[in-house]
């Protein structure tokens, strides 16, 4: 397929903008771009067909199952979009008068005292762009709150190996050094490998509770007292909150900070670069060291001597949270806990129906996903993770994670999601297993497979170093 630019013909175009509506001003020369910009020049038709043409080549949540592990790639109501596209939200400037935008203030205040409630935490921030920067930020509040006590020595952060990739890439970000513990055998925190890992220097721990592997841990209250004993202080990766919110909370289980992807559990589906909310939210310790936000803000004084500073421009990106607000206000108290308890039932009914084939990495039950490890086979016929998720795709099914986590061998994480009906797990799981007759009877037809898409097997690690993102004329 061509490229937009490669597409395009001089002289040709067309007239798709809506009429200006707001006095026209003309640009001094001293800044006006000498040379004109380098746009494709293309008919109506020829823009919207290569749009459709590019829609075609994907796979998302509208195409079919799409069971991310981790990552929580759930249907959300259109609706939301739609609130988030009013005028009122949209066309409002960061720098206007607090008095002029009263109503989105409001949306603020809502969704804050919504998440509040759910993780048990006493102030919010939105700041932060995305998930791994509101670890980042979070960090940076345990950060400060060391310094403000002058415990400068603890410079340690803690975090399982069974841990989210960005976690020990945010506590090198922060300044931390970065101490990597050994799960155990049932792939929860080793309470042994953790006691002897604390000391002086610990700053804190990050953790995600169901972990990675989709188990909640059972020593979780042990676990956050052993930190705060050992004087730090702890952080919960909200990635997999899918799975507990409205039933239990991080604040109740002794962490200290929390960021939640909005954009994964309360609306907006991620993907494709954002735009996200990593909302982060504290308990009263660390609220003196919240970002600054603006006035009328929870937890966001436009002051304070102690905070990190700006981690983003005003309240990060404000749509998106508007989004999770109708999400919380449309579900409220009541169904908030049953999107949780869908969760872990879909993915609990999946597993069930497929371990007899597929061989689970742990014993169920699971929460919100499982973890299938296809090492054996691997070892015995030569079919990869990879090899299956490649032959998922010839299914009209998107693959699961794989190689994720890093402590299961050949690893297929599976997320069905609260949103996905009987019918369709049961014909995911049909598919699974159905692939994995199939990988021992004829193991070298998933050698080059896929065959139905529009790629088939990409250089993945030339891709992932050496990407072209950007076309030059």
């Known amino acids: 397929m061509k490229l937009i630019f490669e597409k395009s013909k001089q002289g040709r175009g067309c007239s798709i903008l809506p009429p200006c509506d707001v006095p026209e001003h003309t640009v001094s020369s001293r800044v006006a771009r000498k040379i004109p910009a380098a746009l494709p020049s293309l008919d109506e038709n020829e823009i919207s ?14 195409d079919g199952f799409y069971p991310l592990g981790s990552c929580t790639m759930k249907y959300n109501p259109k609706i939301n979009e739609e609130l988030a596209g009013l005028p009122g939200f949209t066309d409002i400037h960061p720098l206007q008068p607090a008095n002029t935008i009263q109503g989105c203030l409001k ?8 998440l509040r409630e759910i993780t048990g935490m006493d102030a919010m921030s939105f700041q932060p762009a995305a998930g791994a920067h509101g670890e980042l930020t979070g960090l940076l509040l345990i950060k400060a709150y060391h310094k403000s006590r002058g415990d400068t020595a603890r410079t340690k952060i803690i975090i399982p190996d069974s841990a989210h990739g960005t976690n020990p890439a945010s506590a090198a970000m922060a300044g931390f050094q970065v101490l990597n513990i050994a799960s155990g055998s049932d792939g929860c925190v080793d309470l042994t490998v953790l006691r002897n890992a604390v000391g002086p220097d610990t700053a804190g721990l990050m953790l995600t509770n169901p972990n990675t592997v989709g188990i909640f841990d059972p020593n979780i209250l042990d676990i956050t007292r052993i930190i705060h004993e050992a004087g730090g202080l702890n952080y919960y990766d909200g990635a997999n909150l899918n799975a507990i919110m409205g039933i239990v909370r991080p604040g109740d289980m002794g962490f200290d900070a929390v960021h939640l992807n909005l954009h994964k559990s309360f609306s907006t589906p991620h993907g494709g670069g954002g735009p996200g909310s990593g909302a982060v939210g504290c308990k009263q310790n660390l609220v003196p060291f919240l970002p600054l936000a603006g006035p009328g803000l929870d937890g966001g004084a436009t002051e304070s001597p102690q905070s990190i500073g700006r981690v983003r421009a005003f309240c990060g990106n404000f749509l998106v949270i508007v989004k999770a607000a109708a999400y919380l206000l449309t ?24 371990k007899t084939k597929l061989p689970a990495a742990y014993s169920g039950p699971c929460m919100h996903e499982f973890v299938l490890s296809l090492e054996e086979l691997k070892k015995s016929h030569n079919v990869s993770a990879l090899d299956f998720a490649k032959a998922i795709q010839d299914k009209g099914m998107h693959p699961p994670t794989i190689y994720f986590p890093l402590i299961v061998h050949e690893a297929l994480m599976v997320e069905p999601t609260e949103t996905e009906s009987r019918e369709t797990l049961d014909e995911a799981a049909d598919i699974l297993i159905s692939l994995f007759n199939q990988a021992q009877l004829d193991p070298e037809s998933f050698n080059a497979a896929p065959f139905t898409t529009v790629i088939g097997r990409p250089d993945e690690a030339r891709a992932a170093r050496q990407p072209v993102v950007r076309f030059k004329v």
């Open 49 to 62: 067909r290569h749009y459709s043409e590019l829609a075609k080549r994907s796979f998302g949540v509208n």
């Open 107 to 114: 949306v603020l205040d809502i969704a804050a005292a919504y």
């Open 331 to 354: 579900l409220g108290k009541e169904n908030i806990p049953e999107v949780a308890r869908n969760a872990v039932l879909n993915a609990n009914y999946m597993m069930e129906r497929i």
